[in-house]
Protein backbone atom coordinates (compact mmCIF):
# COMPACT_ATOMS: atom_id res chain seq x y z
CA UNK A 1 0.00 0.00 0.00
CA UNK A 2 0.99 3.36 -0.91
CA UNK A 3 -0.30 6.52 1.37
CA UNK A 4 1.11 9.86 0.05
CA UNK A 5 0.66 13.21 1.56
CA UNK A 6 0.13 15.60 -0.57
CA UNK A 7 1.88 18.89 0.65
CA UNK A 8 5.00 21.03 0.53
CA UNK A 9 6.44 18.69 3.38
CA UNK A 10 5.05 15.30 3.37
CA UNK A 11 5.81 13.12 6.06
CA UNK A 12 5.76 8.88 5.89
CA UNK A 13 4.59 6.84 8.43
CA UNK A 14 5.06 9.63 10.73
CA UNK A 15 8.35 11.10 9.71
CA UNK A 16 7.35 14.54 9.88
CA UNK A 17 8.11 17.15 7.68
CA UNK A 18 10.52 16.00 4.68
CA UNK A 19 11.43 17.54 1.51
CA UNK A 20 8.48 16.97 -1.03
CA UNK A 21 10.69 15.53 -3.94
CA UNK A 22 12.62 13.44 -1.88
CA UNK A 23 9.65 12.50 0.31
CA UNK A 24 7.91 10.99 -2.86
CA UNK A 25 10.46 9.76 -4.44
CA UNK A 26 11.60 7.41 -1.35
CA UNK A 27 7.80 6.38 -1.33
CA UNK A 28 7.53 5.64 -4.78
CA UNK A 29 10.91 3.60 -5.43
CA UNK A 30 10.77 1.68 -1.89
CA UNK A 31 7.04 0.59 -2.81
CA UNK A 32 7.88 -0.27 -6.36
CA UNK A 33 10.91 -2.45 -5.60
CA UNK A 34 9.31 -4.08 -2.75
CA UNK A 35 6.83 -5.05 -5.07
CA UNK A 36 8.90 -6.36 -7.97
CA UNK A 37 8.21 -9.73 -9.21
CA UNK A 38 10.08 -9.66 -12.68
CA UNK A 39 7.85 -9.88 -15.31
CA UNK A 40 4.84 -9.04 -13.74
CA UNK A 41 3.44 -5.62 -13.62
CA UNK A 42 2.25 -3.83 -10.74
CA UNK A 43 -0.04 -0.76 -10.57
CA UNK A 44 -1.70 0.90 -8.19
CA UNK A 45 -5.62 2.27 -8.09
CA UNK A 46 -6.39 5.06 -5.97
CA UNK A 47 -9.04 4.00 -3.48
CA UNK A 48 -9.01 7.14 -1.23
CA UNK A 49 -12.70 7.82 -2.64
CA UNK A 50 -14.42 4.53 -1.07
CA UNK A 51 -11.81 4.54 1.73
CA UNK A 52 -13.81 7.47 3.19
CA UNK A 53 -10.57 9.61 3.91
CA UNK A 54 -11.62 13.23 2.55
CA UNK A 55 -9.27 14.53 4.72
CA UNK A 56 -7.77 17.93 3.17
CA UNK A 57 -4.91 19.55 4.88
CA UNK A 58 -4.71 23.50 5.69
CA UNK A 59 -1.78 25.20 5.40
CA UNK A 60 -3.97 28.88 5.56
CA UNK A 61 -2.44 30.61 3.69
CA UNK A 62 -3.80 34.06 3.50
CA UNK A 63 -1.30 36.44 1.56
CA UNK A 64 0.71 37.42 4.28
CA UNK A 65 3.78 34.87 3.64
CA UNK A 66 4.13 33.27 7.01
CA UNK A 67 7.01 31.00 6.44
CA UNK A 68 4.90 28.29 8.51
CA UNK A 69 2.58 27.82 4.91
CA UNK A 70 5.80 26.56 3.27
CA UNK A 71 5.45 23.32 5.79
CA UNK A 72 2.91 20.16 5.17
CA UNK A 73 2.41 18.35 8.07
CA UNK A 74 2.65 14.70 9.19
CA UNK A 75 0.66 11.62 9.98
CA UNK A 76 0.86 8.15 11.63
CA UNK A 77 -0.29 4.65 10.87
CA UNK A 78 -1.05 2.69 14.12
CA UNK A 79 -3.62 0.39 15.97
CA UNK A 80 -5.00 2.70 18.54
CA UNK A 81 -8.11 0.12 19.22
CA UNK A 82 -5.93 -3.01 19.50
CA UNK A 83 -8.30 -4.83 16.99
CA UNK A 84 -5.38 -5.72 14.73
CA UNK A 85 -6.01 -3.02 12.07
CA UNK A 86 -4.05 -0.09 11.15
CA UNK A 87 -5.69 3.12 11.52
CA UNK A 88 -4.64 6.69 10.06
CA UNK A 89 -4.42 9.80 12.22
CA UNK A 90 -3.69 13.02 9.63
CA UNK A 91 -2.59 16.17 11.20
CA UNK A 92 -3.71 19.76 10.14
CA UNK A 93 -3.25 23.20 10.21
CA UNK A 94 -5.50 26.25 10.42
CA UNK A 95 -6.54 29.23 8.41
CA UNK A 96 -4.38 31.82 8.96
CA UNK A 97 -6.34 34.71 7.47
CA UNK A 98 -7.04 36.12 10.94
CA UNK A 99 -3.48 36.43 12.36
CA UNK A 100 -2.91 39.92 10.86
CA UNK A 101 -0.25 41.93 13.38
CA UNK A 102 -0.36 45.92 13.34
CA UNK A 103 2.09 46.57 10.11
CA UNK A 104 5.07 48.83 10.35
CA UNK A 105 6.46 51.24 7.62
CA UNK A 106 10.12 49.96 7.56
CA UNK A 107 12.36 47.82 5.17
CA UNK A 108 15.27 45.65 6.98
CA UNK A 109 18.11 44.84 4.92
CA UNK A 110 20.52 42.11 5.59
CA UNK A 111 22.57 41.46 2.53
CA UNK A 112 20.84 40.86 -0.59
CA UNK A 113 17.60 39.90 1.32
CA UNK A 114 15.32 42.61 2.31
CA UNK A 115 11.69 41.80 4.58
CA UNK A 116 8.78 44.78 4.85
CA UNK A 117 5.57 45.12 6.74
CA UNK A 118 3.37 46.91 4.80
CA UNK A 119 2.22 50.60 6.43
CA UNK A 120 -0.69 50.22 8.23
CA UNK A 121 -3.85 51.17 6.27
CA UNK A 122 -6.88 49.43 7.48
CA UNK A 123 -5.66 48.73 11.15
CA UNK A 124 -8.92 47.94 12.76
CA UNK A 125 -10.01 45.50 10.59
CA UNK A 126 -7.07 43.71 9.85
CA UNK A 127 -5.31 43.43 12.85
CA UNK A 128 -8.45 42.76 15.03
CA UNK A 129 -7.13 40.94 18.34
CA UNK A 130 -4.06 39.95 16.64
CA UNK A 131 -1.74 40.10 19.74
CA UNK A 132 -3.91 38.22 21.84
CA UNK A 133 -4.46 35.58 18.28
CA UNK A 134 -0.74 35.44 17.96
CA UNK A 135 -0.07 34.46 21.10
CA UNK A 136 -2.34 32.29 22.03
CA UNK A 137 -1.57 30.24 18.50
CA UNK A 138 -5.44 29.16 17.89
CA UNK A 139 -7.16 28.60 15.34
CA UNK A 140 -9.27 31.41 13.82
CA UNK A 141 -12.66 30.33 12.71
CA UNK A 142 -13.89 30.10 9.22
CA UNK A 143 -16.96 31.67 7.65
CA UNK A 144 -18.95 28.55 8.95
CA UNK A 145 -17.92 28.78 12.75
CA UNK A 146 -15.84 25.82 12.26
CA UNK A 147 -11.61 25.58 12.42
CA UNK A 148 -9.49 22.88 11.37
CA UNK A 149 -8.38 19.89 13.34
CA UNK A 150 -6.69 16.64 13.21
CA UNK A 151 -8.20 13.94 12.21
CA UNK A 152 -8.24 10.37 13.38
CA UNK A 153 -9.43 7.75 11.36
CA UNK A 154 -10.58 4.29 12.49
CA UNK A 155 -9.89 1.21 10.49
CA UNK A 156 -13.66 -0.82 9.67
CA UNK A 157 -11.31 -3.76 8.50
CA UNK A 158 -13.35 -3.72 4.88
CA UNK A 159 -11.06 -1.14 3.44
CA UNK A 160 -12.90 1.18 4.79
CA UNK A 161 -11.96 4.05 7.25
CA UNK A 162 -14.98 6.29 9.89
CA UNK A 163 -13.48 9.88 11.29
CA UNK A 164 -13.15 9.39 15.18
CA UNK A 165 -11.66 12.50 15.72
CA UNK A 166 -14.50 14.06 18.04
CA UNK A 167 -15.23 10.94 19.73
CA UNK A 168 -11.67 9.67 20.12
CA UNK A 169 -10.60 13.54 21.58
CA UNK A 170 -7.85 13.53 19.50
CA UNK A 171 -8.65 16.23 17.29
CA UNK A 172 -6.60 19.21 18.34
CA UNK A 173 -7.11 22.21 16.58
CA UNK A 174 -2.96 23.76 16.74
CA UNK A 175 -1.29 24.25 13.68
CA UNK A 176 0.04 20.94 13.25
CA UNK A 177 3.56 19.53 11.85
CA UNK A 178 4.09 15.85 12.97
CA UNK A 179 3.39 13.32 15.28
CA UNK A 180 4.78 10.09 16.72
CA UNK A 181 3.12 7.42 18.54
CA UNK A 182 4.37 4.48 21.13
CA UNK A 183 3.20 3.34 24.27
CA UNK A 184 5.32 5.71 26.72
CA UNK A 185 3.06 4.20 29.70
CA UNK A 186 3.70 0.71 29.44
CA UNK A 187 -0.25 0.02 29.69
CA UNK A 188 -0.26 -2.05 26.05
CA UNK A 189 -2.06 0.47 24.10
CA UNK A 190 -0.16 3.01 21.91
CA UNK A 191 -0.32 6.71 22.86
CA UNK A 192 0.26 9.87 20.59
CA UNK A 193 2.53 12.99 20.27
CA UNK A 194 1.58 16.14 18.09
CA UNK A 195 4.36 18.24 17.13
CA UNK A 196 2.83 22.16 16.15
CA UNK A 197 3.91 25.59 15.72
CA UNK A 198 3.17 26.37 19.34
CA UNK A 199 1.86 23.94 22.24
CA UNK A 200 2.78 20.91 21.34
CA UNK A 201 -0.07 17.99 23.07
CA UNK A 202 0.53 14.56 24.50
CA UNK A 203 -2.57 12.27 24.16
CA UNK A 204 -2.52 9.37 26.10
CA UNK A 205 -4.63 6.27 24.95
CA UNK A 206 -7.11 5.45 27.67
CA UNK A 207 -7.88 1.74 26.03
CA UNK A 208 -11.44 2.20 25.24
CA UNK A 209 -11.39 3.75 22.04
CA UNK A 210 -10.61 7.45 23.35
CA UNK A 211 -7.67 9.71 24.32
CA UNK A 212 -6.89 12.19 27.34
CA UNK A 213 -5.01 15.34 26.84
CA UNK A 214 -2.18 15.27 29.26
CA UNK A 215 0.42 17.42 28.40
CA UNK A 216 -0.13 19.91 31.03
CA UNK A 217 0.57 17.50 33.74
CA UNK A 218 2.97 15.89 31.94
CA UNK A 219 4.88 18.96 31.21
CA UNK A 220 5.26 18.04 27.81
CA UNK A 221 3.34 21.22 26.07
CA UNK A 222 6.65 23.67 25.19
CA UNK A 223 5.51 26.36 22.74
CA UNK A 224 8.33 26.06 20.02
CA UNK A 225 7.67 25.25 16.40
CA UNK A 226 8.57 21.90 16.96
CA UNK A 227 8.41 19.59 13.99
CA UNK A 228 9.70 16.07 14.53
CA UNK A 229 9.50 13.70 17.61
CA UNK A 230 11.34 10.32 18.04
CA UNK A 231 10.52 8.10 21.43
CA UNK A 232 13.90 6.01 22.48
CA UNK A 233 15.02 4.78 25.83
CA UNK A 234 18.44 7.03 26.09
CA UNK A 235 19.10 5.76 29.73
CA UNK A 236 18.16 2.19 29.49
CA UNK A 237 15.87 2.64 32.01
CA UNK A 238 12.66 0.49 30.92
CA UNK A 239 11.07 3.61 30.41
CA UNK A 240 10.50 5.66 26.67
CA UNK A 241 11.89 9.39 27.14
CA UNK A 242 11.37 11.59 23.55
CA UNK A 243 13.05 13.80 21.41
CA UNK A 244 11.33 16.75 20.02
CA UNK A 245 13.19 18.44 16.80
CA UNK A 246 12.47 22.43 16.76
CA UNK A 247 13.05 24.33 13.81
CA UNK A 248 13.33 28.46 13.92
CA UNK A 249 12.89 31.62 16.03
CA UNK A 250 9.80 32.51 14.21
CA UNK A 251 6.39 34.41 15.01
CA UNK A 252 3.74 36.02 13.31
CA UNK A 253 4.58 39.20 14.67
CA UNK A 254 8.15 38.90 13.54
CA UNK A 255 7.89 37.45 10.11
CA UNK A 256 9.87 38.46 7.35
CA UNK A 257 9.06 39.20 3.64
CA UNK A 258 11.56 38.89 1.37
CA UNK A 259 11.70 40.21 -2.60
CA UNK A 260 13.71 42.11 -5.13
CA UNK A 261 12.41 45.40 -5.57
CA UNK A 262 12.06 48.14 -2.84
CA UNK A 263 10.68 51.12 -3.69
CA UNK A 264 10.02 54.13 -1.79
CA UNK A 265 6.53 55.75 -1.59
CA UNK A 266 5.50 60.13 -1.36
CA UNK A 267 5.90 59.61 2.13
CA UNK A 268 9.54 57.81 2.60
CA UNK A 269 7.97 54.46 2.83
CA UNK A 270 9.98 51.91 1.29
CA UNK A 271 8.25 48.78 1.13
CA UNK A 272 9.12 45.73 -1.26
CA UNK A 273 7.09 45.79 -4.35
CA UNK A 274 4.37 43.41 -4.38
CA UNK A 275 4.40 41.57 -7.56
CA UNK A 276 8.15 40.60 -5.91
CA UNK A 277 7.74 39.25 -2.75
CA UNK A 278 8.08 36.00 -1.43
CA UNK A 279 8.90 33.85 1.79
CA UNK A 280 12.19 34.53 3.36
CA UNK A 281 14.39 31.73 3.44
CA UNK A 282 15.36 29.92 6.65
CA UNK A 283 18.90 31.40 7.21
CA UNK A 284 16.88 34.87 7.76
CA UNK A 285 15.60 32.94 11.49
CA UNK A 286 17.36 32.39 14.06
CA UNK A 287 17.31 28.31 15.08
CA UNK A 288 15.68 26.84 18.42
CA UNK A 289 17.18 24.42 20.67
CA UNK A 290 15.66 20.93 20.29
CA UNK A 291 14.30 19.30 23.60
CA UNK A 292 14.71 15.71 25.42
CA UNK A 293 12.60 14.66 27.86
CA UNK A 294 13.11 12.06 30.97
CA UNK A 295 10.18 9.76 31.47
CA UNK A 296 10.34 10.07 35.56
CA UNK A 297 8.45 6.88 35.31
CA UNK A 298 4.67 7.92 36.92
CA UNK A 299 3.41 10.11 33.74
CA UNK A 300 5.72 12.71 34.04
CA UNK A 301 8.24 13.93 32.19
CA UNK A 302 11.88 16.38 33.07
CA UNK A 303 13.63 18.53 30.32
CA UNK A 304 16.88 17.65 30.17
CA UNK A 305 18.43 18.92 27.68
CA UNK A 306 20.94 21.31 29.16
CA UNK A 307 22.08 18.57 31.41
CA UNK A 308 22.55 15.87 28.05
CA UNK A 309 23.86 18.39 26.03
CA UNK A 310 22.01 19.04 23.51
CA UNK A 311 20.42 22.83 23.88
CA UNK A 312 22.45 24.17 21.02
CA UNK A 313 20.31 26.34 19.52
CA UNK A 314 22.51 26.84 16.27
CA UNK A 315 20.50 23.97 14.58
CA UNK A 316 16.79 24.24 12.75
CA UNK A 317 15.63 20.85 13.12
CA UNK A 318 13.05 19.34 10.92
CA UNK A 319 13.36 15.56 11.51
CA UNK A 320 14.69 12.83 14.00
CA UNK A 321 15.56 9.60 14.51
CA UNK A 322 17.07 7.25 16.89
CA UNK A 323 19.42 4.04 16.43
CA UNK A 324 22.46 2.10 18.39
CA UNK A 325 24.58 3.47 15.01
CA UNK A 326 28.19 2.26 16.90
CA UNK A 327 26.38 -0.85 18.54
CA UNK A 328 27.58 0.43 21.97
CA UNK A 329 24.25 -0.87 23.90
CA UNK A 330 22.15 2.66 23.61
CA UNK A 331 20.32 4.97 21.98
CA UNK A 332 22.18 7.26 19.66
Request: hydrophobic share 35%; glycine share 12%.
Amino acid sequence: MVFLIRGHSPSLACLQPMLQKIAFTFCIAWSLSACDLGSKTVQFADVTAQSGISFTHTNGAAGEYFLIETTGAGGAFFDYDNDGDLDVYLVDGFDLQGIRSVPINLVYQQGDHHWVREPNQDKGARSRDAAQYAVALSPWPDSTGTSSRNVLYQNNGDGTFTDTGQESKTGDTGYGMGCAVTDYDNDGDQDLYVTNYGPNVLYQNNGDGTFADVTEQAAVGASQWSTSVAFLDYDNNGELDFYVTNYVDFTVETNKVCGGYVRTNSQGHRAIVEATRSYCAPLEYGGVPDVLYHNNGDGTFANVSVAAGINDPSGKGLGVIALDYDSDGDQD
